[in-house]
């Protein structure tokens, strides 16, 4: 195996996703950097984001009791769909957030009127 974190990194990754989702919103609002090397930081978070998940998995296969693995990595698999469930909603909030705020049309969800 090439890689495999331990529970620090693995919690290490989704905050640096957080990290780099506060800055791209700041960017998207403040308009600091354009250019096609912001689509570094984009790979960047892809990266970590199938880093977690694999990990995760096998961190799970590895510290779960025989008897309870199935069950465990079927539990993760719920919690993981229902994850990307939750981040899709909260990004159709964001989307709308910024096109009211960049004030364009199309957006599934608008934020209230700014102030």
């Known amino acids: 195996m090439l890689f495999q974190a ?3 990194v693995l919690w290490l990754m989704p905050a640096m996703q957080c990290l780099l989702l506060v800055f791209f ?4 609002v403040t308009h600091l950097w354009y250019g096609w090397s912001l689509l570094l930081l984009c790979l960047l978070a892809g990266l ?3 880093a977690v998940y694999v990990n995760s998995f096998t961190l799970l296969s590895k510290e779960v009791e025989p008897a309870l693995k199935e069950f465990s990595l079927s539990a ?17 909030l964001i ?14 969800f608008a934020c209230g009127p700014l102030s």
């Open 6 to 8: 331990n529970r620090f």
């Open 25 to 28: 919103s700041l960017d998207a």
């Open 48 to 50: 970590l984001g199938g």
């Open 76 to 92: 993760a698999c719920v919690a993981d769909s229902l994850g990307i469930a939750c981040a899709d909603a909260a990004a159709i």
């Open 95 to 108: 989307q709308g957030c910024l096109f009211r705020w960049q004030e364009l049309p199309g957006a599934a």
